[in-house]
């Protein structure tokens, strides 16, 4: 089962704009992840964020964690359109501290 | 390259025949992982390995599936007698971390198709 919701599904903006995904969840989690997904391609660790963490920064990424509304935003500063891919937040709740539970996803398309 | 390498990347076959995937883990990673992605979804874990151990099969993993991790390196995923739905890509991840206080490295994925 899908433990993160992401929105929107899919996202259409212009080269140099921000791009804002939001994820959420619906259980405790120890930590919640994002990870990107070019097409048809592996997936590539973003950033970790951690329960006891409300924000976090790593070039143009920024996430928040709003652990109260079991939430967390991913935003992609000035974009490119080598950001085109999916992206996809990630959580470890509970006793499983070995299994990622993964949502939907959110599919940026960032145009030239 | 030190990556996770999965074969192979693409395999076609037709309803009934069996096949086996193959992931080669980062190597000082005792941690290996199999998801499975179907078109528009996100990964869904289907079992977990610490070395050698598999320690969680989930639930995904019909009496079709076995995976196996010898030696605690490279691991195989065999989907025996297919059916159309298996059709989905497979991938693999290690970690040394678990991923409740570390990243999981993924490869590239091994694309089903069932015909």
């Known amino acids: 089962s899908q433990q993160g919701e992401e929105d929107p599904q899919a996202l259409s903006i212009q080269e140099g704009e921000n791009a804002t995904m939001n994820c959420s969840y619906k259980?405790?989690?120890?930590?919640l992840q994002w990870y990107r997904q070019n097409s048809g391609r592996g997936l590539v660790h973003l950033i970790l964020?951690?329960?006891?963490?409300r924000e976090k920064h790593s070039g143009r990424l920024r996430v928040t964690l709003d652990t109260s509304k079991k939430s967390s935003s991913l935003l992609i500063t000035a974009s490119r359109a080598a950001d085109t891919a999916s992206y996809f937040c990630?959580?470890?709740?509970?006793?499983?501290?070995?299994?990622?539970?993964f949502g939907k996803g959110t599919l940026l398309t960032v145009n030239p | 390259d030190t990556g996770v390498s999965q074969n192979p990347r693409h395999k076609i076959t037709k309803r009934g025949q069996n096949v086996t995937f193959r992931c080669d883990p980062i190597?000082?990673?005792?941690?290996l992982y199999w998801y499975r992605q179907t078109l528009g979804q996100g990964p869904e874990f289907l079992t977990y390995?610490?070395?050698?151990?598999?320690?969680?099969k989930s639930r995904l993993l019909s009496d079709r599936f076995s995976a196996e991790r010898p030696k605690g390196s490279f691991s195989t995923l065999e989907i025996q007698r297919t059916e159309q739905g298996d059709s989905a890509m497979y991938l693999c991840?290690?970690?040394?971390?678990?991923?409740?206080?570390?990243?999981?490295?993924f490869g590239e994925g091994s694309r089903l198709t069932v015909l």
């Open positions: 190597s000082e990673h005792n941690r």
């Open positions: 990630a959580t470890v709740s509970g006793g499983s501290n070995y299994k990622l539970t």
């Open positions: 259980t405790s989690i120890n930590n």
């Open positions: 964020i951690r329960s006891n963490e």
């Open positions: 991840a290690s970690s040394l971390e678990g991923p409740d206080t570390g990243e999981l490295f």
């Open positions: 390995f610490q070395n050698e151990a598999q320690l969680e």
